[in-house]
């Protein structure tokens, strides 16, 4: 169990993104949101075309949901659901967390905490970037 943060603090910044070592051992990013009074755990990354919705600046919320930034889907911030727009019918994957007296805890057996932020905080693009040249 790691202690990752304050639930006020992802309510104040909007988002909260690390980095956790998946159950084969791969590096995943994950995003946790606002949702209600607590927060919510989501893989970093929308079902439709795998684009990450935090590339390093906040995951982008409206109305209490997650904002695909390649083709707008929309995703429940508690429950993961998209209905609508390419993503329409799925479910983000989750990770669990648990909240203590304000702290949130990476507490998902499948995960192992490796470092707050992405994958590749280098400043450049996202392994997901679309520009082309």
């Given at each position: 169990?790691?202690?990752?943060?304050?639930v006020?603090?992802?309510?104040?910044?909007?988002?909260?993104?690390?980095?956790?070592?998946g159950?084969?051992?791969?590096?995943?990013?994950?995003?946790?949101?606002?949702?209600?009074?607590?927060?919510?755990?989501?893989?970093?990354?929308?079902?439709?075309?795998?684009?990450?919705?935090?590339?390093?600046?906040?995951?982008?919320?409206?109305?209490?949901?997650?904002?695909?930034?390649?083709?707008?889907?929309?995703?429940?911030?508690?429950?993961?659901?998209?209905?609508?727009?390419?993503a329409?019918?799925t479910?983000?994957?989750?990770?669990?967390v648990?909240?203590?007296?304000?702290?949130?805890?990476l507490?998902?057996?499948?995960?192992?905490?490796?470092?707050?932020g992405?994958?590749?905080?280098?400043?450049?693009?996202?392994?997901?970037?679309?520009l082309?040249?």
């Amino acid at each position: 169990m790691h202690n990752l943060t304050t639930v006020d603090s992802v309510h104040e910044e909007g988002s909260y993104l690390f980095t956790a070592d998946g159950p084969h051992g791969d590096p995943e990013e994950i995003i946790l949101v606002p949702c209600e009074d607590g927060v919510e755990a989501w893989i970093n990354r929308c079902t439709h075309e795998a684009q990450r919705f935090d590339t390093g600046r906040g995951v982008p919320m409206r109305d209490d949901q997650l904002i695909c930034p390649r083709h707008g889907s929309l995703f429940d911030a508690c429950d993961g659901d998209c209905d609508n727009g390419e993503a329409a019918g799925t479910t983000l994957p989750s990770v669990d967390v648990s909240v203590t007296h304000g702290d949130v805890y990476l507490t998902d057996d499948d995960y192992a905490f490796a470092h707050e932020g992405g994958i590749d905080d280098d400043g450049g693009p996202s392994s997901t970037s679309h520009l082309q040249l």
